[in-house]
């Protein structure tokens, strides 16, 4: 099967940077999407930033030009850059990719278990 691993969480001061990762390992034939969601305590996950396997990105507008993503297509491994941190964008963030497996022809969805980001003085 597919499994998701997210890294790269942490506390982080206001205005400060962090780099996640999540990195995809198993029977994986091919990658399509890779998202980054959120989740706060208390609300709905969202979506943070979605990136296609050509490299197309697509943000949430409470993010654009403070996040990028960005992948390795050789590593399966999707990065969420995340800078001017704010109180605001503390949440665990979870990755989902669009995955065909050796054992199958189409694209399935799979989640990581999410890393946490606090931003907090």
């Known amino acids: 099967q597919v499994q998701l691993v997210e890294s790269g969480g942490g506390l982080v001061q206001p205005g400060g940077s962090l780099t996640l990762s999540c990195a995809a390992s198993?029977?994986?034939?091919?990658?399509?999407?890779m998202v980054w969601y959120r989740q706060a305590p208390g609300k709905q996950r969202e979506l943070v930033a979605h990136i296609l396997s050509d490299g197309t990105t697509n943000y949430a507008d409470s993010v654009k030009g403070r996040f990028t993503a960005s992948r390795d297509n050789a590593k399966n491994t999707v990065y969420l850059q995340v800078s001017s941190l704010k109180p605001e964008d503390t949440a665990v963030y979870y990755c989902?990719?669009?995955?065909?497996?050796?054992?199958?022809?189409?694209?399935?969805?799979?989640w990581g278990r999410g890393t946490q980001v606090t931003v907090s003085s």
């Open positions: 198993g029977t994986i034939f091919s990658i399509n999407d």
């Open positions: 989902y990719a669009s995955v065909r497996t050796l054992s199958n022809h189409r694209y399935l969805p799979f």
